[in-house]
Structure formats: structure tokens, C-alpha cells
């Protein structure tokens, strides 16, 4: 295994666990097929790989380098890094709309968020709070949820790429996940031991909850209920991105 695995993603159909290698001068993606516990596939990315994250039809992966100041997009019908796309400092969290037509990139280092079109060229730098890190999109593509170490998170309508509200939360929030039926939002506070509730309706903080210490839980972890059928007997995964 590759210096510093850090964060994993579990491809949406389930049979691949993406493992992101956080080293410096190492970055890059791990596969491993869940079937069988073993190495599927190695991809070599950007330094100082942070996300990952797939279109929902499993065609395209995302992968944001944050030395690197670059997103990898790894086509899953040949296995490789099709092409490499320069955003903002320090990019972390990412997020696909569910029909594929954007990739919502926080960038760290220079408070923005790059807005990546179905071509992966930058179409829009959004400005947000200070530091940016977790990045949710809703069920229906409509909002964008990018949480801000100036202990607020940035509401961005995708219909035309601009803040439309910011909430105040817990200290230095992280991670954030949205509900399957987008009703509410859950944000991982780090440095005050909660988790803020909003409801996404009204864009308010309905309750906040003590947890353990530190949370950042970061990345996709409220999912739908899904049937998959599986193909057993292909390498992984086997599609083309879908044209939009």
C-alpha cells in the first residue's frame, strides 16, 4: 500500500472500495474489489491526494489533489487518468451533481469553489467563506451545500453559481452530508464536539448534537437505498462517462 492511505470512497455500486493515498510525493487512488478483499487497480494522481468522488453511473472518478492544486478524472472504462484539471490552492472536498453536468470543487488555500462542466473545464470560481473543505450536493441538483472554517457554510444555487444564503454553525466545520430526501443537511463541528442540523428548506440550524471529540466525518456518508446488479466477471469498473 502507498504512503498515507487516507480517505476512501465506496464506488456506487458497491463492488470497488476507492482508497486515497495522502502522501506528499505519493498521492494517488488504491482499488480494492470488495468481493474478494484484494488490489484491483492503482491509479497515480496529483501530491497530497484528499476526495474522491464518481458519477453516479460509476463512469467517471474524481479526485482532487490538494498539493497539487488539480482534480485527476480517472476513466473507469480504460482504468486511467483521462486528463488532469488545474483549480483553485489546496483543493479537498469535491462533489458531483447527480446528473453529472457539474463537479463542485472547495478550494482550501484560496476560499473559492471551482465549478467543473460535463467537458472538465473550469466554467465558474465561486467565492465562498474562509477555508472550504466539505462540499454536498442535494438530491436534486438544485443547491450546493460548502462548509467554512469561519465556522459558517456557503449555499450555492447551481442555476447560476452564486451564494444564495450562509448559515452560522458549530466551530470549525468539516465534514457535511445531506439526507436522500434532501430535507436536511448534517455538518461535522470539529473543534466544539457537535454536529449542526439544517433544514434545508429554510436554510436554519433546527438542533445541534454533542458528540465525541473532533468529528470530521468527510465525504459521502448518508446514502440512498439502491439495488445494483453486478457484473461479476468485469474489470474495474466498465463504462464510458455518459454525454450530457
Same mark, same amino acid.
Given at each position: 500500500?502507498?504512503?498515507? %492511505?487516507?480517505?476512501?470512497?465506496?464506488?456506487?455500486?458497491?463492488?470497488?472500495?476507492?482508497?486515497? =493515498?495522502?502522501?506528499?510525493?505519493?498521492?494517488?487512488?488504491?482499488? $480494492?474489489?470488495?468481493?474478494?478483499?484484494?488490489?484491483?487497480?492503482?491509479?497515480?494522481?496529483?501530491?497530497?491526494?484528499?476526495?474522491?468522488?464518481?458519477?453516479?453511473?460509476?463512469?467517471?472518478?474524481?479526485?482532487? =489533489?490538494?498539493?497539487?492544486?488539480?482534480?485527476? $478524472?480517472?476513466?473507469?472504462?480504460?482504468?486511467?487518468?483521462?486528463?488532469?484539471?488545474?483549480?483553485?490552492?489546496? %483543493?479537498? +472536498?469535491?462533489?458531483?451533481? %447527480?446528473? +453529472?453536468?457539474?463537479?463542485?470543487?472547495? =478550494?482550501?488555500?484560496?476560499?473559492?469553489?471551482?465549478?467543473?462542466?460535463?467537458?472538465?473545464?473550469?466554467?465558474?470560481?465561486?467565492?465562498?467563506?474562509?477555508?472550504?473543505? +466539505?462540499?454536498?450536493?442535494?438530491?436534486?441538483?438544485?443547491?450546493?451545500?460548502?462548509? =467554512?472554517?469561519?465556522?459558517?457554510?456557503?449555499?450555492?444555487?447551481?442555476?447560476?453559481?452564486?451564494?444564495?444564503?450562509?448559515?452560522?454553525?458549530?466551530?470549525?466545520?468539516?465534514? $457535511?452530508?445531506?439526507?436522500?430526501? +434532501?430535507?436536511?443537511?448534517?455538518?461535522?463541528?470539529?473543534?466544539?464536539?457537535?454536529?449542526?442540523?439544517?433544514?434545508?428548506?429554510?436554510?436554519?440550524?433546527?438542533?445541534?448534537?454533542?458528540?465525541?471529540?473532533?468529528?470530521?466525518?468527510?465525504?459521502?456518508?448518508?446514502?440512498?437505498?439502491?439495488?445494483?446488479?453486478?457484473?461479476?466477471?468485469?474489470?474495474?469498473?466498465?463504462?464510458?462517462?455518459?454525454?450530457?
Amino acid at each position: 500500500m502507498p504512503a498515507k %492511505p487516507s480517505r476512501v470512497a465506496l464506488q456506487p455500486d458497491g463492488r470497488y472500495l476507492w482508497v486515497g =493515498n495522502d502522501g506528499e510525493n505519493d498521492g494517488g487512488v488504491t482499488v $480494492i474489489d470488495t468481493a474478494t478483499q484484494r488490489f484491483a487497480a492503482r491509479f497515480n494522481t496529483g501530491a497530497g491526494h484528499h476526495e474522491i468522488a464518481f458519477t453516479n453511473d460509476d463512469r467517471f472518478a474524481f479526485v482532487s =489533489n490538494r498539493q497539487s492544486g488539480t482534480v485527476s $478524472i480517472i476513466d473507469t472504462a480504460t482504468n486511467t487518468v483521462s486528463t488532469t484539471v488545474a483549480v483553485g490552492r489546496h %483543493p479537498v +472536498g469535491l462533489a458531483v451533481k %447527480p446528473d +453529472g453536468s457539474r463537479v463542485y470543487v472547495a =478550494n482550501k488555500g484560496n476560499g473559492t469553489v471551482s465549478v467543473l462542466d460535463a467537458t472538465n473545464t473550469v466554467v465558474a470560481t465561486i467565492e465562498v467563506g474562509l477555508a472550504p473543505f +466539505g462540499v454536498a450536493v442535494t438530491p436534486d441538483g438544485s443547491t450546493v451545500y460548502v462548509t =467554512n472554517f469561519n465556522n459558517k457554510v456557503s449555499v450555492i444555487a447551481t442555476a447560476n453559481n452564486t451564494v444564495s444564503a450562509t448559515i452560522h454553525v458549530g466551530n470549525g466545520p468539516v465534514g $457535511i452530508a445531506i439526507t436522500p430526501d +434532501g430535507s436536511k443537511a448534517y455538518v461535522a463541528n470539529q473543534f466544539d464536539n457537535t454536529v449542526s442540523v439544517i433544514a434545508t428548506a429554510t436554510n436554519t440550524v433546527v438542533t445541534t448534537i454533542g458528540v465525541g471529540s473532533s468529528p470530521i466525518a468527510f465525504g459521502i456518508f448518508i446514502l440512498p437505498p439502491k439495488t445494483v446488479s453486478r457484473v461479476t466477471d468485469s474489470p474495474p469498473p466498465a463504462n464510458r462517462r455518459q454525454h450530457r
